[in-house]
């Protein structure tokens, strides 16, 4: 074999060698970069998961507590026969207890249109939020109750979280501005005539009401759930109401 063709055959080998190792390397380069993007996107996601969690969990904790805790009072404290007794405390009462429900159906329904945000990290937990939510709806909704006081169908709880939206905004309207409302709007009023009257209905009604003590224990489960370290609420504050007047 004369020496060119020996060198063009060593060449030649050199080439593929090379050939094959470049393309080792860019396949490897191409995985590297590949992978460390899918981190970045995860990581990402994580940061914005949080912040988002940060965002929505928080105010749905409170506006559950607030509801939970209004609940509480009407069942256990005699909320409604004490301030029942003056005209202005009345209006107030009602206005009130009005809010803690609407309130929570807004974040509930910012919650629904933003759901992806409630992965909290993995599927089962995700599961279990919209379990819970959904438990309290339904007991809301249902008509297995002796009586009707606080029953409110699925459509109308989504209409009333809907109403207290604020315009463009993702949060809910304050006490002041829904009682303005309530007094200047009669349509957005229409909409609590019934749950009014149920209101002043039980300021006057003896009973334990289960519908209220089921409500009042849900929405006590969603808190536990939300707040599992107990961060925001203390277990001395985690009272459940029994249909007999017990806690636990």
Known sequence: MNTELIVATVSGAVALVSAAYSSQANRRNSLL??????????????????????????????????????????????FLRIYFTESHDRQYAV????HVLAEYLGWVEILRRRIYFLDLGNQEANRQVVALLTGIGTILNSDSYPDRHFHLLRSNQRAIGELVLRDGEETCMGYAEFS????????????????????????VLPGRHPRLVDLQVALMDLIDFLDPEQERFPQKRRYRTTIDGQLY
Do not use: C, Y
């Open 95 to 98: 206005r009130s207890t009005l």
């Open 33 to 78: 970069a590949s992978d460390l993007e899918r981190q970045e996107v995860e990581h990402h996601r994580a940061l914005e998961r949080q912040d988002a969690m940060s965002h929505f969990r928080d105010p749905l904790l409170w506006a559950a507590f607030d509801f939970q805790s209004r609940l509480f009072n009407i069942i256990k404290g005699g």
């Open 180 to 203: 303005a409302r309530l007094e200047s709007d009669s349509e957005f009023s229409a909409w609590f005539a019934r749950l009014s009257d149920s209101i002043a209905e039980l300021a």
